[in-house]
């Protein structure tokens, strides 16, 4: 017995674990204890439980359902997919967005939404510390977009209930900014129709900057109606509104800018009789008789409607500048304008702009054509031309007494010309022959005199392969001799 005691005592590593087994052994021993679990002694201390879900949103005696659970089963309600959750880190915290998506029974394709966003000014309502707070946010703001027109907030969390109220005041201003559609209960019906309202939207531009293109090309009255036809459609971007027009853009609810010319009678006369009749009314009719100035707005208007139809800017501001309103300025155009820059509807049909340079006469042809290159209309050239009996001097000179007109009277051109009678120069003959010696000297050989009034240089070495050698002319003007 002796040996036996000493040989357990001998045994001190399992004594330092009999404390677990005595405890085991010691449940067992009492009649109907319950077995008592040891903690380890390096673990310390236990804390209180960790706040379930339920209770981290909704507080400790929250027994109803969470948003997220909630924004489920009305998507199921609504035979939607389930939403699909966000998450993103950001300096301030957590945010989620939520998208919805739906299949469509009959065609099976799923329609994906914009996720649900709030605006930068009211990140805040949503915006959490952590990732489950913010899922939950944004499920409520989800839910209000979806159900903005019901009670949801009834059977919210306090805390969501509160949240609720700052999106309505957030869906009223929406409503004032023209954007109460995004609070529509089927969002996935109002994507389509605003998918279909852009796509006719766009045909319909299209359609407009095709009859537009199509009407540069026909002139006479087929263009004129086929451009005051598209001119409701372009560019504009409000139109198929089915109000009046009214005279401000010209582009909004149909609005005819050329109402009245697209009945006006067609006269058909010959080409020698047209422009006697043209001259008569350039000269004979009297535009804007008591002139009368319309405001800066309403040349701007008249100004962009006319440019509008093809006229160019600078015609048209010159223009209004003569004119008292927006048909007087459109009839001056048509008068004034050069058949060149004539937009083609205002011309006849199978009509050619400008002068049909024929075999008859080369050289009145030729001298026409040298005129327009320095950028006057071959029509005016050609009346010039036969004006001045045809002197391709005098034309020239005429044309460009066009171009820089001086007053006849009293005007600061006369006054120049007088402060400069102190500089004894000669005639303008002796003027004349003293600057065709000094060219003579100058250039030698390459200066020949071609008549009493026209001189010709020829210069060489010209950078402009492969034409190395010019001849220029210098005519004296009529005013000088």
Known sequence: MVKKGKAKAAEPPKAATA???????GGKGKKGGKPEATIPAELGPVGPPKPTVKQLIGGSSWTGKLPVNLLSEYCQKQKWDRPDYDTRKTPDGFSVFVT????????????????????????????????????????????????????KHTVLPPDHKALWKDFQALKAQDVKDGKGWIY???????????????????????????????????????????LSNAGGGGGGGSSGGGGSGGSGGGDKGGFNIMKGWTNAPNVEMGRQTRSQLEGLLRSGVS?????????????????????????????????????????ETLEWLLIHVPEDDLPRWAL??????????????????SAIQRLSQ????????????????????????????????????????????????????????????EEMESLEAMYG??????GADTVKIQLESVKNPPHQHWNTWTRRSEKSR
């Open 19 to 25: 404390p677990a087994a005595a405890g085991k052994d």
């Open 100 to 151: 919805l998506s739906a299949k469509d029974p009959k065609t099976q394709l799923t329609t994906r939404l914009e996720p649900f966003k709030i605006p930068p000014t009211h990140k805040h309502l949503i915006m959490r510390d952590t990732a489950i707070e913010a899922k939950h946010a944004a499920a409520t703001y989800a839910l209000f977009r979806v159900c903005s027109m019901q009670n």
């Open 184 to 226: 529509d209960a089927d969002p996935f019906k109002t994507f389509h129709e605003r998918q279909d309202a852009k796509a006719a939207a766009e045909k319909k531009r299209k359609e407009a900057e095709a009859l537009k293109a199509k009407a540069k090309e026909m002139p006479g009255a087929a263009g004129l109606v086929l």
């Open 287 to 327: 535009w804007n008789p008591h002139a009368v100035q319309m405001g800066r707005a309403q040349k701007d208007s008249v100004v962009a409607e006319l440019c509008r139809i093809g006229f160019r800017r600078s015609h048209v501001a010159e223009a209004v500048e003569y004119c008292k309103d927006r048909e």
């Open 348 to 365: 006849p049909e199978k009509y050619a702009a400008g002068v049909t340079i024929g075999t008859n006469d080369l050289r009145r042809d």
């Open 374 to 433: 320095n950028g006057y209309s071959l029509e005016l050239c050609a009346r010039v031309y036969d004006q001045a009996g045809g002197d391709e001097g005098k034309t020239a000179e005429a044309l460009q007494n066009l171009l820089f007109s001086r007053p006849k009277d009293g005007g600061e051109g006369e006054k120049e010309e007088e402060s400069l009678d102190f500089l004894d120069m000669g005639s303008p003959e002796e003027q004349w022959r």
């Open 445 to 450: 050989n390459l200066f020949t005199r071609d």
